[in-house]
């Protein structure tokens, strides 16, 4: 059984929380949150506390916190030599206090409060001062049925970098979608088995041989016509350095 303390209780920490909760080879033995409130409707199920001085013993502690606050949070902890991770993409493990041995448990996902995930499905990367600390990650990360990958900072930044554009960059072009179809009167569902369609080519081709419209057949008129179209300025020159950078990729090929 490995004993773990939550510490955050945001969108990752309670996603952490469910998942750790129903498995037989976890016991989370605590949970912490600067404001109690927000675990509160969770005491009947883990012990928990606004008090750092208060944690209890366990083989980890998992830092779920903002990126801003892992370096201060991990300095306020008053023991030493145990185990402490954080759950950050963009931030080093050298964020985190050195009295402490130190490691990185980053889920690849977007996590949103009221929608369910499968912990079986997400990525979990990893990185650990020493290997038996990795072990105990490896553990954990089986327990909850996720493929793992040892990544070290640098590799774990690009894939942050990577993510922004699959993930926030992406749904940032279905919201400018949306406000079209929307200025239109249309109804945005229409669009959904295309976006449906359109990921489930990734799995198939690769990104740039899946890459098809207007900027990849070179079709001056349609492009023309679309920036007409647009009434956003910055949406007009978003909708040009996205053609024109397809266009570059054309080029490439030949």
């Not at 954080?86 to 402490?100: A, D």
């Not at 279905?174 to 990734?202: C, G, M, R």
């Not at 909708?239 to 266009?247: A, M, Q, V």
Request: proline letters at 2%; a neutral charge; one cysteine or more.
């Amino acid at each position: 059984m490995i004993k773990v303390v939550i510490l955050g209780s945001g969108n990752v920490g309670r996603h952490l929380f469910k998942a750790f909760k129903n498995n037989s080879e976890i016991e989370i033995t605590q949970w912490y949150s600067r404001n109690i409130k927000d675990i509160h409707p969770y005491s009947n199920f883990v012990e928990i506390t606004d008090q750092l001085d208060k944690l209890v013993l366990a083989d980890i502690y998992i830092l779920a916190v903002s990126d801003d606050s892992i370096h201060d949070l991990s300095n306020q902890l008053s023991f030493s030599n145990r185990f402490v991770c954080h759950t950050s993409g963009s931030k080093s493990k050298n964020e985190l206090n050195q009295k402490n041995r130190a490691g990185v448990f980053y889920p690849l996902q977007t996590f949103t409060k009221e929608i369910e995930v499968d912990f079986s499905k997400i990525p979990i990367c990893l990185e650990s001062s020493n290997s038996e600390d990795m072990i105990t990650l490896k553990k954990i990360s089986k327990t909850l049925g996720c493929s793992y990958y040892e990544t070290d900072s640098n590799q774990r930044e690009k894939l942050h970098l990577a993510a922004v554009f699959v993930n926030n960059f992406t749904n940032h072009m279905y919201t400018i979608a949306k406000d079209i179809t929307d200025k239109s009167k249309i109804d945005f569902n229409i669009l959904k088995p295309l976006i449906s369609e359109t990921v489930n080519k990734i799995y198939k081709l690769d990104p740039k041989e899946a890459q098809t419209g207007p900027a990849i057949r070179g079709d001056n008129k349609t492009i023309n016509k679309h920036l007409a179209s647009l009434e956003n300025e910055k949406h007009k020159e978003l909708y040009k350095l996205i053609t024109d950078l397809i266009n570059d990729l054309d080029h490439e090929k030949l």
